[in-house]
């Protein structure tokens, strides 16, 4: 009670303390205009809305809602959709751009994944991490377990950077258990592959950067734990992956190799193993891409492994992608590319696809609020994509964020006002407390702090410029996750599952219990399933040591 009542006094003296104004006035108060400034952009309404279109609107929406039904039986494809760092403010801001592209006002757009019929929320901290990064995150959601900040494909068990504390604590990807099972596999994403996002899906580290032997420790070294690029490669389920499309060359290249694209610069690796090589050396029917045209080349039908690597590090910005050098593929083909070749492979057993828009979270941690809403459209792009070459009928589709960014849309900026812009409110320019107008969007920390000596008159500059960042409340070299939920939109047999607000583990249970392969697999060994009671005959998680126990030979024919 002393706490409660100490508090409550605080309280009120500070609402004593504050001008009469701001202590007295509404919730909703919009601030001063300026009185000369020029009028900002701004894009009408639709003219079809009125109050009875609303209405009609709204009851067809409840309609539909309450005649949804889920998808009867097993799905046969499971594609998971990552958009790294894409928090609800993104989601909701990149509506927004994308709408407003198109030549509407923006709010009443919807990106692709948005229209899915199932929606939830998850809760994304890590066993020591009340705000996570995207190792213990992502090993969440294709592990089925959480684990600590940092490690990947391993229980909280281990010990981050301790390679001697990771033997026996790995756990099995739903990636590996396909594998396993005859299922293709395959991962995209815009950042590096060796990056903690795609490498949950096939790896097992306690340290996500040992993404090389470079960056191996010695006490690594010494216990014998393996980088990440190289657990690509000696993947020891199935045949081996049959899609690997995304950044990282030099993590696969021997430092005396020459990078095809960037003139002076070499690969990193030290053990002198060229990992592309390998791959193709290995592998019946595989080919090694680094850009567009020989992306472009390839044939699904006659390439049963594709391993694609377009950068020494990440990909392109979506915004830079046309002024790459060797000129990239975009998320969107290479999403139509994988799922051409998985469905060549996989006949009935199916296929499972992990896509990543990795550089999101990128542009999030520059403080570029452009760049990352450019790029989270380009995923709900290459969502439309999968949409359209795959059926509900036989395919979950699951889009999600492995975390948030502390990124927000604020002020009360009139509707159609340009997302990017300045805040104009009732036709004038918005100008906060210290007489200057300020941008829609924001971060709480980042790059873009403008202290200490005042914030900077903005009248004039152009803060849709692809450069601008966004002005930041505390001074940080790179702006932050955040800890609040993301979404999960999910359509297809299973997606029904998802209802409420969720642990971030549960995204894996889904895709498990739901697939027709992984499903009665899982229910073998854990029991517990509907109509079978049974205790099952280990005790979860499936560790990766178990699951090779009953691997078939790597390579062995699908």
């Known amino acids: 009670m002393r706490t409660t009542l100490s508090l409550l006094s605080c309280a009120l003296i500070a609402t004593l303390s504050l001008p009469h104004a701001q202590a007295t006035g509404p919730e909703h108060t919009r601030g001063r205009s300026a009185a000369h400034a020029p009028p900002g952009k701004k894009i009408a309404p639709p003219r079809q809305e009125s109050a009875q279109q609303w209405f009609r609107d709204g009851a067809r929406a409840a309609r539909e809602g309450a005649n949804q039904q889920p998808q009867p039986g097993k799905a046969r494809n499971v594609i998971l959709f990552v958009g790294d760092g894409m928090g609800i403010s993104t989601i909701a801001a990149a509506r927004i751009l994308q709408g407003q592209l198109k030549g509407a006002s923006g709010e009443e757009n919807s990106l692709s994944f948005e229209r899915f019929p199932y929606v939830s929320l998850s809760k994304t901290y890590s066993t020591d991490g009340q705000t996570p990064d995207s190792a213990p995150t992502m090993t969440a959601m294709v592990s089925g377990i959480k684990t600590r900040q940092g490690i990947i494909g391993l229980t ?62 010695a006490e690594a070294l010494a216990n014998g734990c393996k980088d990440i690029a190289s657990q690509l490669i000696d993947f020891p389920y199935g045949n081996g992956l049959e899609v690997a499309l995304g950044g990282g060359r030099s993590y696969f290249l021997p430092s005396t190799v020459n990078d095809p ?23 019946p029917a595989a080919a090694y891409v680094w850009n567009k045209r020989q ?29 790459d050098t060797g000129k990239e593929p975009s998320l969107s083909e290479m999403t139509a590319k994988a799922i051409d070749i998985l469905k060549a492979q996989s006949g009935r057993q199916g296929y499972f696809l992990m896509v990543e828009g990795g550089r999101v979270d990128h542009a999030h941690h520059a403080g570029n609020a452009q760049r990352a809403l450019t790029d989270a459209i380009a995923l709900s792009d290459a969502v439309r994509t999968a949409t359209q070459k795959t059926s509900e009928s036989d395919t979950l589709i699951i889009v999600t964020a492995d975390h948030s960014h502390v990124f927000n849309i604020a002020g009360y900026p009139d509707r159609g006002n340009d997302i990017l812009g300045k805040v104009y409110t009732d036709g004038a320019l918005a100008l906060a407390a210290d007489g200057k107008p300020y941008t829609t969007l924001g971060y709480l920390n980042g790059p873009g702090y403008r202290g200490p000596n005042g914030r900077p008159d903005l009248t004039g500059v152009d803060t849709t410029q692809v450069n601008f960042l966004q002005e ?18 999910a359509r297809g047999p299973g997606a029904h599952a998802f209802q409420g607000t969720v642990e971030q583990n549960v995204v894996f249970h889904v895709m498990a219990q739901s697939q027709r392969l992984t499903s009665p697999f899982y229910c073998s ?15 979860p998680p499936l560790q990766d040591t178990d699951l090779r126990a009953v691997a078939p030979p790597p390579g062995g024919a699908r």
């Not at 930041?472 to 939109?489: K, N, Q």
């Open 472 to 489: 930041a409340a505390i001074p940080l070299e790179s702006e932050t996750h955040a800890a609040e939920d993301v979404a999960i939109y």
């Open 261 to 283: 694209e960037d003139a002076g610069a070499n690969g990193r690796r030290r053990d002198g193993r060229n990992l592309p090589q390998e791959w193709v050396g290995k592998r």
């Open 295 to 323: 992306f472009d080349a390839i044939n699904p039908a006659t390439t049963r492994h594709l391993l694609g690597l377009f950068e020494r590090s990440h990909m392109e910005y979506e915004q830079d992608r046309g002024n």
């Open 156 to 217: 909280q068990d281990a010990t981050y950077n301790n390679c001697a504390s990771a033997r026996g604590k790995g756990v099995a990807t739903y990636l590996e258990v396909a594998e396993t099972l005859g299922m293709a596999t395959g991962i995209v994403s815009t950042a590096r592959i060796t990056h903690a996002t795609p490498a949950a899906t096939y790896a097992h580290t306690p340290n996500r950067d040992w993404e090389s032997d470079a960056e191996l420790s």
């Open 525 to 539: 060994l854990f029991g517990g399933c509907p109509g079978k009671p049974e205790k099952g005959r280990l005790a």
